[in-house]
């Protein structure tokens, strides 16, 4: 279907390229010419957003189905704009149409913070009489004002400010000089920045004053490692090349790899989406995945004292995963053979601007896939792995987010997340109490408490859209060591609860029965196993949420509560924090709990649904995770159980096969029954 | 130090040999010394083990600390014998000395099973007249004896047969064809067969018969996948070459690579001990742990249903994860420079023998060791980080283990397993319920539900010997939402719980707060964050043991009741079930509990300590396992806190590094203060 796609070539939207897949992330030409529209009927605005509005599913489950006798979904801008006064517009445009089909004005929210919101806070703190008056007070002179720096954040929620006005919070640091880490002199007051009136409006300025670091610099730059005696000599180089190229093919946005067909999207918000994820089994193209993202995620800071609790960043829905992405046209962070595709977004003067080589596809050997040897004459087959990565690489202000969409030949689908970057970090006296709220990682430097809590996306299409969410724990069996049904007490099972409403499937994790999730289509039963087809859902680094119950954090981040949510499937939902994240208060919560209080007794069962992930860690830092932080990996796994009729790689060609016949050939013969004919099994 | 030992030439042990490094694990020729010692004053036995009788710890603190100066710790053989009626002898053989200084007879025990003993039951089941008889009921006439096969495995504990005669059961296969996997026909009787007297004593034959399966071959072999169709033909090669060699360096036993240092040892029965670890930190070689290996496993199966209570496989007690090692001389199972090396042991006979190629020492690349952009002006540094593994692979029966230890340069040391083999499989009629205790996996194949629990043994050496145990749980603060202390409800902290005897520190895993285990030197504080230098154990796959307490399994694996154990060290306390597992009944439980129980109320804080842990998976069987397991992987890290004084990587060449003022050079002049200066962001 999607040669024949390729083959209408129609001037409709570029010109003489190929029309678009529906899923594809709209172009530059695309964003552009939504823009030109709304500028002919609204005028001046600023661009907060123009994004891929996805086909309606049944829409779109209908064209994939039959692409050449059905009507192509159409091309759909989603628009956020900003109007004078802070006024906030949500529209759609119909760019086959050519025409602007929602406009409204959107009251009480604030849209994201993109990179150029948060450049210019830098500037304006600079030369902020009151700011330069706090430096002042803490030991840096006006004439050093260049050397002050900000990480604009989110406010967060500040209740004295509420939403009405869109703000920021400048995190504040110094650099002795430009190329210093700016993160080992934190300042110790907070300017809270009017984006409207690009002025100050307010600092919150702590009632224990903290001159600013007078601590040597603490650098990772290479300067910095020459004057530490240089760099180490002894690594060699460990080459990784492909000289034939790649395994996988690219159509458009299309990617095939090992049987694996999946569509890469991307958006300024949750970065990297893959749609449509199919298994080629023996010829029949398999629905795994109709979608899957990491929808949102939430970084509380375990800091009690004021306005520390405004440090929960939502880096996707305050920021974008997409917007700060990394371009890794500066040298890539992958070996191999690469595939780069660029991502494409409005500026904030609603021109097109894009970032080059923003997701990195690439193969990597994955170790043993399979082995076994028989003990009886070393007869052994050994085959080895490879996996497939999408990934992208974001920097939230400090930190930097590596995240990899792993496909691996055995039919699992695997996310890795890797923190590096550097740490959040406060000031603090000489001898000064963290009251274990942080930890001084350098002198000077307090680095507070933190988690990392992601929210997958996960919209199952296990043999189709109607699914069934099972919660699974391994369970002891029933009766009493002694018992006539459990003699000797090893009985264990595993026990599976069945998901009927999205009020019932509110879960958290539990360690201790190793719970897993299974999504299941329960018309299609293994004919081996006699269960129902599924995908498993395996996840050990499940923190519950720290916040506590009722407070700031709890209430804005609902979606972090728990481990899993499970809502039948709505177009619209996409968020689970909500559309518009920034300096929402919580009252109530958007996102999921809002969904799930609506509808959280309609049935999930048997039905089309949508699986919402929790997971993360929780960082005490420690000095060795300064100044640049090593990274942390932490990965989850979706599993087919029951889903193929046998291992799915058995067709990859072993590094090593030796059957015991062939065995016994080497060896002079296979006599079979005698005692004395099999080989030494030791060399 | 080390170079000084080599200088050392001496005949006493190997002619004209280095001397061993003290932790080197015993040589051919030292085995076959000890054996003709032994021979000459006790004459013919069967020899189960002859391994290192490691140097105590205090001589060899000593001997480490100034080995010019220090009398050298003797080479000594830890000897286990077997002669005529299953006497159990156990000996040690000075080898300095040339003389037997200790020798016991010990009652009531049987020491494990070694792959001769193993081999003999195949032979000894196919002549057997009432093994042929119980083959003729399920349908394998007498001539096609040849074609019947055993999987021997100990008989764990069976109280009908206690443990005065050495046992094992026979799990008994067929395969219609030589080169078929035999997992697809399993048969529904076991023979016990005594290996003294090597004959069957006893066969257990269910209630209900299952004649052997009729369903065709399930292959993984060469012809059975040209058969359906051939091999995938669309997987380009990756190439990993490393030119000019490896990074590390070999001495004797001892590898140096990226500041680490490490003796690499193998046994019999643990496989790869890591001794005496070390990181040369700034010039300052400092110790981490003394020992580090894995020291136990089990693998209770979950059905009630007699007689599979037996199979719980304790795989390095019962059999040795040593002896079961795969010699990797025929085709490798890694890629890159390797640097291997062999394994020695005794045989039966009193002769050694060599597996060639047993542990294998290699380097990876992993991918981003760190990352910092700075959103300002993408000045950048990245960092590829790289990892040495020292690995082996055994077969236990049917299944595969592979065992990587893995270190990073950020000073994580890793512990990853993967299990990869085949199923252990038990025979089921058409139609007839697994009862939810396994899985179909493919028609009249019956994959019961398991267990694999292994047990990690560290011995730390944090600074020093004196090392201290932590539980930490990541806890809300106190005070409620709202309060003066807590206002939004958003602190949190590492609650930190001491264990000052075994009998406290007996604890389990939470999940809900994400629980680790810190290691830590109270004696000496880092200078940065004033908290005592330390290890982390992260581990996050930790079910709990599915097998009732007071059962079978819990009675004999008393060391995988808790995810922790931390005892005060002590030589002798290497083998958490016992030193000779085999046919012990539990009744006491040996090993951790026995110590616990007599010493439980010893301080284990600011003394020498040995920490135990038990982690692993369980696992319901499904299709796609079979008929050969795609790899599954689990991991768990120990990493350095409040260790260094900063990430200890810095100063490992970056891939890419631009400072900004670089950037700015690049750009035309980094002016500073202006807002126009910035480059653009986004290319």
Redesign the interface.
């Known amino acids: 279907m999607v040669l024949d796609r390729l083959k209408q070539v129609t001037q409709h939207v570029t010109g003489t390229a190929p029309r678009p897949h529906p899923f594809d992330p709209l172009s530059g030409s695309e964003i552009e010419s939504a823009v030109a529209l709304i500028r002919q009927e609204h005028g001046s605005l600023h661009y907060n957003a123009i994004t891929l509005w996805e086909p309606r599913k049944a829409e779109m489950l209908t064209w994939l189905a039959d692409p050449n006798h059905t009507v192509r979904p159409h091309r759909v801008a989603d628009v956020v704009a900003i109007g004078r006064g802070s006024k906030v517009y949500d529209g759609l445009v119909d760019l086959d149409e050519q025409k602007i089909v929602r406009w409204e004005f959107t009251e009480g929210v604030q849209p994201l913070i993109t990179?150029e919101d948060?450049?210019?806070v830098?500037?304006v703190v600079?030369v902020d009489p009151k700011v330069i008056e706090q430096c002042g007070i803490i030991g840096i002179p006006k004439e050093d004002?260049?050397k002050v720096?900000c990480d604009p954040w989110t406010i967060g929620f500040d209740e004295r400010f509420g939403n009405k006005v869109r703000l920021q919070q400048a995190l504040m640091y110094y650099r002795p000089h430009?190329?210093d880490n700016q993160y080992t002199f934190p300042l110790d007051f907070t300017p809270i920045f009017n984006s409207d009136t690009q002025e100050i409006i307010h600092i919150d300025v702590p009632s224990i004053r903290r001159p600013v670091n007078q601590a040597p610099a603490?650098n990772?730059?290479?300067?910095a490692?020459e004057a530490?005696?240089?760099?180490?000599k002894?690594?060699?180089?460990?080459?990784?090349?492909?000289?034939?190229?790649?395994?996988f093919t690219v159509d458009g946005r299309i990617i095939r790899w090992?049987n694996w067909k999946v569509h890469v999207g991307f958006n300024y918000r949750e970065g990297i989406v893959l749609n449509n994820i199919t298994y080629n089994d023996k010829g029949n193209e398999r629905g795994i995945f109709y979608r899957l993202s990491l929808a949102e995620m939430v970084v509380?800071?375990?800091?009690?004292e004021?306005p520390?609790?405004r440090k929960?960043a939502f880096d996707l829905g305050e920021y974008g995963g997409g917007y700060?992405t990394?371009?890794l046209?500066?040298?890539c962070?992958?070996?191999?053979a690469i595939h780069y595709m660029d991502a494409s977004f409005v500026n904030r003067a609603g021109s097109s601007?894009?970032?080059?080589n923003a997701i990195c596809i690439h193969?990597?050997?994955a170790?043993?896939?399979?082995?076994?040897?028989d003990?009886?004459d070393?007869s052994?087959?050994?085959t080895?792995?490879?996996k497939l990565l999408i990934s992208h690489?974001f920097?939230a202000?400090?930190y930097?987010y590596?995240v990899y969409w792993i496909f691996?030949?055995?039919?699992?689908v695997q996310l890795e997340i890797?923190l590096?970057?550097?740490l959040n970090t406060y000031s603090m006296n000489p001898g000064e109490d963290t009251h274990?709220?942080g930890?001084?990682?350098?002198?000077g430097v307090n680095a507070h408490?933190h988690?990392h809590l992601f929210c997958m996306r996960v919209d199952p299409n296990i043999d189709g859209p109607l699914n069934t969410v099972f919660q699974?724990d391994?369970?002891?069996?029933p009766?009493?060591?002694g018992s006539a049904?459990?003699?000797?007490?090893?009985?264990?099972?595993?026990h599976k609860t069945k998901y009927t409403t999205a009020k019932e499937a509110v879960s958290?994790?539990?360690?201790?029965?190793?719970r897993t999730w299974e999504m299941a289509n329960t018309n299609k039963i293994?004919p081996?196993?006699?269960?129902p087809v599924s995908y498993k859902l395996v996840s050990?680094?499940?923190?519950?949420l720290?916040?506590?119950?009722?407070?700031?954090?709890?209430k804005r981040a609902g979606f972090a509560r728990h481990a899993v949510h499970v809502t039948k499937y709505e177009d619209d939902q996409i968020h689970p924090a909500g559309r518009h994240v920034p300096q929402s208060s919580g009252e109530p919560s958007a996102g999921l709990p809002e969904w799930i209080e609506k509808h959280g007794d309609t049935s999930i069962e048997n039905t089309d649904i949508v699986l919402w992930h929790t997971f993360g860690?929780?960082h005490?830092p420690?000095?060795?995770?300064?100044?640049?932080?090593?990274?942390e990996p932490m990965t989850l796994l979706l599993r087919?159980?029951?889903?193929?009729?046998?291992?799915?790689?058995?067709?990859?060609?072993?590094?090593?096969?030796?059957?015991?016949?062939q065995k016994?050939t080497l060896l002079g013969g296979?006599k079979?029954?005698d005692?004395t004919d099999?080989a030494s099994?030791?060399?």
């Open positions: 990179m948060l450049q210019i830098e500037h600079r004002m260049h720096y430009v190329d603490n990772y730059h290479p300067a490692i530490e005696g240089g760099y180490r002894d690594l060699k180089p460990i080459n990784i090349t492909q000289p034939e190229g790649v395994s090992q509380p800071y375990g800091n009690p004021h520390h609790q929960h700060m990394n371009s046209a500066l040298g962070d992958c070996k191999g601007e894009t970032i080059k193969e990597e050997d170790g043993i896939l399979f082995k076994h040897t003990f009886r070393d052994v087959v050994v080895r792995g490879r690489v920097t202000a400090n930097e590596c691996h030949q055995d039919g699992t890797k590096t970057g550097i274990g709220w930890t001084e990682v350098y002198p408490n988690q699974v391994a369970k002891t069996g009766g009493e060591v049904e459990n003699k000797y007490g090893n009985a264990f099972y595993a958290d994790y539990d360690g201790s029965t190793s293994n081996y196993s006699h269960k050990r680094e499940v923190p519950a720290l916040p506590k119950e009722g407070g700031l954090v709890w860690i929780t005490f420690s000095p060795e995770d300064y100044p640049v932080m090593p990274a087919p159980r029951n889903f193929f009729l046998k291992n799915p790689a058995l067709d990859v060609p072993p590094s090593y096969a030796l059957t015991p016949s016994a296979f079979g029954t005692g099999k099994v030791r060399v």
